[in-house]
């Protein structure tokens, strides 16, 4: 092979690599789940019969802006991920992105994504995603190094996505103040994320520790006070979670409520294992139920209405 072909082969191994690098600023994983919760939330307040044009950009935009805030999470965190042996290979603590290709691409974004859901979707649907944005960016990521309350500001922001896809669906979904299912499903969301987190902040309390952010397993090493949160949580679920199937028909929602209770028993039993046993095998249990939980019952939901 000759000189040149290397450096051409060369050249295209870089820009790839390079654009893997702005694809993982968005922390694709999360970024799915949002917009998962962001489609099914319209489709849900439709009973069924959504405006797939609206749902379509409202889930479009949302990814822009949701890939921003998480690019801007890594430029604040920069300095504490190198610490962490989990996020020490991101593209900004490695220096395969500088300072301000991230700055960047997160301000680039978001704006995009703004513009695009305020033209494209409606002006409620683009609030509600700068609601989120401003509320992880601004103030759920300076508090983790501050206070063991950064878990609860951070589960508002997660769970905005409900309201996003919501709103998406327009008006004749009725008001989000007064119908109960966005209500519940945006409960839904916001206690799912206790136990989830809960499992993670126990897994990787000694990254968490070493980089000086305050996670309930680095306040209370023993974990009995995340262990309780994720009980907490789990059992909160159960209810709420019922109330989802608000006007849904009768057989149909039966089958949810029996669907519901079950995932939500089991993720409570998991819970409960993980706060008597506090290791990182309960931990994981609870993580991997966790994730399991969150997109059955909303695939349940969907189907009982």
Excluded at 21 to 48: E, F, H, N, T
Excluded at 168 to 181: K, Q, V
Excluded at 256 to 263: E, K
């Amino acid at each position: 092979m000759s000189a040149s072909a290397i450096t051409m082969h060369d050249r295209g191994l870089s820009w790839t690599a390079k654009v893997q690098d702005y694809l993982s600023l968005g922390k694709p994983r999360i970024a799915v789940l949002v917009l998962v919760v962001v489609a099914l939330s319209g489709y849900i307040a439709q009973w069924g019969h959504p405006n797939l044009f609206s749902l379509f950009h409202a889930t479009l935009g949302t990814l822009f802006v949701a890939s921003s805030a998480s690019a801007m999470n890594q430029w604040l965190e920069r300095e504490r991920d190198a610490r962490m042996h989990r996020t020490s290979s991101r593209p900004l603590p490695t220096g395969r992105l500088s300072n301000t290709e991230v700055l960047t691409f997160a301000t680039g974004t978001v704006i995009l994504g703004m513009g695009y859901l305020w033209q494209m979707v409606s002006g409620a649907t683009a609030f509600w995603a700068g609601l989120s944005w401003l509320i992880y960016v601004a103030v759920y990521t300076p508090m983790k190094p501050l206070t063991t309350l950064n878990t609860a500001v951070g589960a508002i922001a997660g769970a905005l996505p409900v309201l996003i896809g919501w709103s998406a669906a327009g008006s004749s979904s009725g008001s989000i103040l007064t119908d109960p299912r966005p209500i519940a499903l945006y409960f839904v969301v916001f206690l799912w994320q206790f136990p989830h987190f809960m499992a993670i902040a126990w897994i990787y309390r000694d990254d968490y520790r070493r980089a000086g952010l305050q996670m309930l397993t680095v306040a209370d090493p023993t974990g009995r006070r995340a262990g309780v949160q994720a009980v907490l949580g789990a059992l909160a679920l159960l209810p709420v979670s019922l109330v989802t199937a608000f006007g849904a028909d009768g057989h149909r929602a039966s089958l949810f409520f029996v669907a519901a209770f079950l995932l939500g028993s089991t993720q409570l039993f998991c819970a409960s294992l993980f706060l008597a046993k506090r290791d990182q095998e309960s931990a994981r249990r609870l993580l991997r139920v966790s994730l399991i939980y969150l997109p059955a019952l909303l695939t349940f939901l969907v189907f009982s209405i």
